[in-house]
Nanobody, 123 residues
């Protein structure tokens, strides 16, 4: 079992940057692949980025590739999402998720979820 708490969201202008963080409880953090998902009003939850247990493999949605970077620090039980060049269409609630085993781009594969943090990008 792992508990996840996101932080770092806020209201910013287009072109600004944010860094989201997800703090995980427990001593088995390295057993989990981690992912970031987002859900905008009236939209389905969508994949943003994922990272493997050892941090060596990452995957990004096409909409964020080249702008954002996912990383993890297993010693600190954290996963981060560096969000650069934010756009209004990035506005959403961002969720940190964890799953045992391999990383995945599918939300249904993730077992544990944080409560989310709001990111709002004004134009």
């Amino acid at each position: 079992q792992v508990q996840l708490i996101e932080s770092g969201g806020g209201l910013v202008q287009a072109g600004d940057s944010l860094r989201l963080s997800c703090a995980a409880s427990g001593r088995t953090f390295s057993n989990y692949a981690m992912g970031w998902f987002r859900q905008a009003p009236g939209k389905e939850r969508e994949f943003v980025a994922s990272i493997s247990q050892n941090g060596l493999a990452t995957s990004y949605a096409d909409s964020v590739k080249g702008r954002w970077t996912i990383s993890r620090d297993n010693a600190k039980n954290t996963v981060s999402l560096q969000m650069n060049s934010l756009k209004p269409e990035d506005t959403a609630v961002y969720y940190c998720a964890a799953r045992t085993g391999l990383w995945s781009v599918r939300s249904r594969d993730y077992e544990y979820w944080g409560q989310g943090t709001q990111v709002t990008v004004s134009s």
